[in-house]
């Protein structure tokens, strides 16, 4: 699966919750590193990360814009609460092995009303 299509993929299981099938996506010792987060290593850590996520808010990710560029896709979202953002994802043999976000952290917590982090 081409970089592109994986990322498409990954927005359709996230748009579901679905923590088996993004989980299955990444390779056994994939990093995924939101920038507003310290990075999590390998496929049983970032399962258990996207299960805390939908546990704690409803998250939606419509795609502005997909980019791909050899082994690299380059997605553009928002949701439908205004946030905005990018992801970075690297793919090899259809596995993604290496994610990064950039989206508004404090703004997410906002929208949801989740606790604010401590100064």
Known sequence: ?????RVLAWVEAFNRADVVALAAMYADDAV???????P??????IAAMFADEFASA???????QVFEDGEWAILE??????LRGCGFFHVRD????????YWD????????GLPLPDA
């Not at 699966?1 to 299509?5: A, G, I, K, L, S």
């Not at 409803?58 to 502005?64: A, I, R």
């Not at 979202?77 to 205004?82: H, I």
């Not at 259809?94 to 976000?101: D, M, N, P, T």
Request: glycine share 10%.
């Open 1 to 5: 699966m081409r970089p592109r299509e």
């Open 32 to 38: 995924n590193h939101q920038v507003v987060q310290a």
């Open 40 to 45: 999590v290593v390998g496929r049983a850590a």
């Open 58 to 64: 409803t998250m939606v990710c419509l795609v502005e």
């Open 77 to 82: 979202w928002r949701d439908p609460l205004g």
């Open 94 to 101: 259809g596995l993604i092995v290496f994610q990064r976000g």
């Open 105 to 112: 952290r404090l703004g997410f917590l906002r929208m949801h």
